[in-house]
Structures are given as structure tokens and as C-alpha cells.
């Protein structure tokens, strides 16, 4: 039997693709991600995040899953030195990001490339401020600053993504799609999957990729794009050490790792590096960048673990 | 004396005889292991099928999107997954 399930969640299109399950597990790895989004959106005011975010103290009882999702997002912290930074909730909102952007976005993304800031490469914070926080899973808190407020949307997903892998584990084929970042899995002897990768400006698709295990994810500024009141385009991936918008003259990196978690975490810091450090922070495993332009260039990996790449014109590249 | 030995051989005879039902023939030893009964042939019928689940009409694909989503209309072949920007 295989399993299609979509359905909508944290604001994405989710997809469940699975083969060789029943019905109570896809029905389990559902009640997850609902569970994870009613946890940990921004958005809900009852959410654990917003009321973590909310109170005064410096020390909060956290559950499980709050504890696991700022692990994460620290975890994303130190692997990109700070680019992917869970500490930039103020700026977000003063940008004007404050409630769910589903439904695609404000502004065309040809329209705010040609009104956007001069290309740069992003920097970590100096301070650092996602150092502060720290995870006590012995007495089930969470310390931070006061008034420091955490955003877990940069990993959340691909942590679902993992977390609902996990729960489907056995399948002979499967793909968890949580709004785009993918966990794949492939039994012994089964076929991979071929992961088309969409063209940001076009939705066509850029590539192929033939994946038989791990995360696949994409960070690009096609979906949450909006003007600022004084009409400047904005998007969600902020240069941490200025709180802008980034323009680094990519508009999209797709990253492959062990994990969606990690995929996630590497697409988002090869964006905002710029052309010359996404294909440093891409080379180990491969992916593909699409430039500003709609140039799309496929980044060969290093390490070599049975991925392929399959251009549209037919040329193959090395990957995962 | 014939007696005597005739009971003696009977009793003799009586305890080979129990000897060789439990498996301990004296003159071949402890049996062998039955041979494993050949393994059944259970001729399985593969039976494949495909649930599909949406919660919605399929929405409009979005700009940057190139999967369709799937309905109860959607062809044998599930749609490639898709990483995009999200």
C-alpha cells in the first residue's frame, strides 16, 4: 500500500509519501506535526513558544518538545557559526513579519530583486546572543535572558520533518515534505526518489536530484516576500549582524545532509553567504543555487554517497 | 534354568525395547535429527494499493511550487516530492 497524504500544517503544504505502512502510523506521524505546530508557532498566542517568549522570567519550565525545538534551533546556531540565528524575532516583526505568510507571497520576487539593496554576504551576530540561551533537560527548563524571544522557525521544519520520519521508520519508501524539506528514506533494495528541485522564479523545475536517504531542503526567498510601509521588499532571512533583509545575489540553495534538520540549517546559511561561501558551505554534500539572475549551478560534493544529479539538458553532477 | 533365562531374555527384550522407542538405540546411537520437513510453499498474491488523502480541494500551485497537489483524480504514479523555498 502506499500512502499520499496532504494536508496543510505551520503554514505549508505538508505531504506524507510512504510505502509499506499502515494506516495508524501515517495517521500517528499526522497528529505529530499538528502537535508540533500547535507547540511551536509564533503565530498562537497559546502556543508554548509565544507564552515562553511571553514571560518574564529568566528560568521556564519547558515540555519535551519546546526543550528539543530550541535544542535544535541552537543546534543549527553553532553548525552555520551563528547564521541561522533563532535570536532575531524583534527585527522579523519590525520588518513587518508578524503573522503567518501562507498563500504565497506579497510581492513578486522579480519585482523585489530589481527594488532590493545592494548584494552582500551575511555575518553572524558578534555578540552572539543564542550563546545565552541554555536547555536544562535534567530539571525540564529553558534559560534566556529576559526579554530575549526565540524563533524556532528556521529549524522547526526540518526537525518535524526528521521527528515525522522517525515515527513512519520502516517504510520501504518514504518521504516526509514539510513545506518543501524533505526526509527521505529507501528500504534495501528499493528505488530512490527523484527530488525535483522547483526554480524559484518559474516554479518549473531546476533539477533532479536521486535520493535514496536524508534531508533535502531549500531556503529561497520566493514564499515569504513583502513590502515595508516605506515600499522597501523584505523577506524572512535576515543578515544577523545588521537585522536586514539578506541580498546576496542568490535567491534559492538546496542543501542535502543526514538530516532535514541539518539540510535546513545549511540551505539558509549558503543563502545568506553569498555566491563564493554557499558553494563552501554546500561542497560537502552538493546541492544547487539558483542565482539572482535564474542561473541555476549545481554544487558537487565532495563527499560522494551514491546521490545524483540530473541536469534538465541530460548532464549528470555528483551530490549526497 | 530355561525358565530363568527366558525371563531374563524377556526382561532383556523389554528394556532394548523401550530403549530404541525413546531414541537410544544402543547399537546406532542417538539418533539423528529428523530431517526438517521441507519448508511450505505459500504462494502470496501481491495485492497493491494506493491511499490517497487530501484534506482540501487542491489549491492553486503556488508560484514557486512545481508539485501538484494531489486528489482522488491523481494517476497511478505519485507526484516526484519537491524541495522548494518555503
Known sequence: VTHDVTFTCMGCDMRLL???????????????????????SRFRTDSELARLNADPRPTVPASPLLRAAVG?????????????????????????????????????????????????????????????????N?????????????DTGGTTKGLAADAAAHVLAGARRLVVDCGGDLCVAVGSGAAPFEVTVAHPLTGA????????????????????????????????????????????????????????????????????????????????RGGVLVHDDGAVESVEARVRRGGVLVHDDGALGATA | VYGGSAVAFVAVLAALSWQVAAGADPA????????AAPAKRVLVRRVVRRVVETDEAP???????????????????PAAPTTRSS
Request: hydrophobic share 45%; net charge positive; aromatic share 2%.
Open chain 1, 18 to 40: 510512504a510505502e509499506g505502512v499502515n494506516h495508524e502510523a501515517i495517521r500517528a506521524a499526522r497528529t505529530l506535526l499538528d502537535a508540533i505546530d500547535a507547540r511551536l
Open chain 2, 28 to 35: 546406532i546411537g542417538e539418533g539423528e535429527q529428523a530431517a
Open chain 2, 59 to 77: 489549491a492553486t500551485v503556488a508560484a514557486a511550487s512545481a508539485t501538484p497537489a494531489p486528489s482522488a483524480a491523481t494517476p497511478a504514479v
Open chain 1, 205 to 284: 523545475r531546476a533539477a533532479t536530484l536521486r535520493v535514496a536517504g536524508g534531508g533535502v531542503a531549500t531556503s529561497g526567498l520566493a514564499r515569504r516576500l513583502w513590502s515595508r510601509p516605506d515600499g522597501r521588499p523584505a523577506h524572512h532571512l535576515l543578515d544577523p549582524a545588521t537585522g536586514e533583509p539578506a541580498w546576496t545575489g542568490l535567491i534559492s540553495a538546496t542543501a542535502l545532509a543526514p538530516t532535514t534538520l541539518e539540510a535546513e540549517a545549511l540551505a539558509k546559511a549558503a543563502l545568506l553567504r553569498g555566491l563564493a561561501g554557499a558553494r563552501r558551505v554546500l561542497g560537502r
Open chain 1, 72 to 136: 535544535a534551533a541552537l543546534w543549527a546556531a553553532e553548525r552555520t557559526r551563528g547564521l541561522v540565528d533563532p535570536t532575531l524575532l524583534d527585527d522579523l516583526e519590525r520588518h513587518g513579519y508578524t503573522g503567518s505568510l501562507a498563500g504565497g507571497p506579497r510581492v513578486a520576487l522579480a519585482d523585489a530583486l530589481a527594488a532590493a539593496a545592494p548584494r552582500a554576504p551575511a555575518s553572524a551576530r558578534p555578540d552572539a546572543r543564542w550563546r545565552a540561551v541554555r536547555i536544562d
Open chain 1, 138 to 150: 535534567r530539571a525540564g527548563t529553558i534559560t534566556r535572558p529576559p526579554g530575549l524571544r526565540l
